[in-house]
């Protein structure tokens, strides 16, 4: 049974709409260990459009299970990183223009930036995992820079839009895992997934962790919103 790792950048994604000070992501990610999170995921973007720097630094002391932060390939992010010291850093890849993540690293690609990135965490005794897509040329050349897991994106499975396509796209993240598994890396999935898609994936038996956000932030909305409602409620209407 995989652990399940809350991605909580959307509550700063609706803080930041406001540019105020509520919602509080470190709220969230206190609720979030209540309801049973094995992991705290955040994503330190280089545009700060969501989580920002005092976000992280609070949740490091707070935080009392897995602390994984997903980041660019960026050197000054990194540097944050190496004095935050997160349990696990994610690599991924980051687009100024995209509204979220479009796709996996080019780990192939980019294999001298990724690897030195990925050497200066490890060697400060931080778990590093790449955000890939389903490829096992990807996974191989992941488990040639000694990382310790990847991240495959699940994306175009959670998008497909016919029983086959999904088929297909499930039978692509097996594959990639296998591999992965007898590289000795650690699976992750994520991405895309919500409350109708996660449980095929959750069944695969090779994958250590999936890490989910967006979904749960929305259910969240919808399942609380009257409760919010009735409080606010309750709060005008006592006398004057």
Known sequence: MPLLGVNIDHIATIREARQTNEPDPVWAAMLAELGGADGITLHLREDRRHIQDRDLRVMRETVQVKMNLEMAVEPSIID????????????????????????????????????????RLMNAGIEVSLFIDPDVNQVEAADQLGV????LHTGRYADAETSDEEDDEFDQLLE???????????????HGL????????????????????????SRAVMIGF???????????SIPG
């Open 80 to 119: 944050i990183a190496l004095d935050v010291k997160p349990d696990q850093v994610t690599l991924v890849p980051e687009k100024r223009e995209e509204v979220t993540t479009e796709g996996g690293l080019d780990v192939l690609g980019n294999r001298s930036a990724v690897g030195a990135a990925a050497e």
């Open 148 to 151: 310790d897991a990847v991240e």
């Open 176 to 190: 990639a895992g296998r591999y992965a598994v007898q590289r000795q890396l650690l699976v992750h999935m994520g």
């Open 194 to 217: 919500n409350y109708r898609n996660t449980r095929r994936i959750a069944q695969i038996g090779h994958i250590s962790e999936l890490n989910i956000g967006h979904s749960i932030v």
């Open 226 to 236: 009257e409760r919010a409602v009735r409080e606010m409620k309750d709060l005008v």
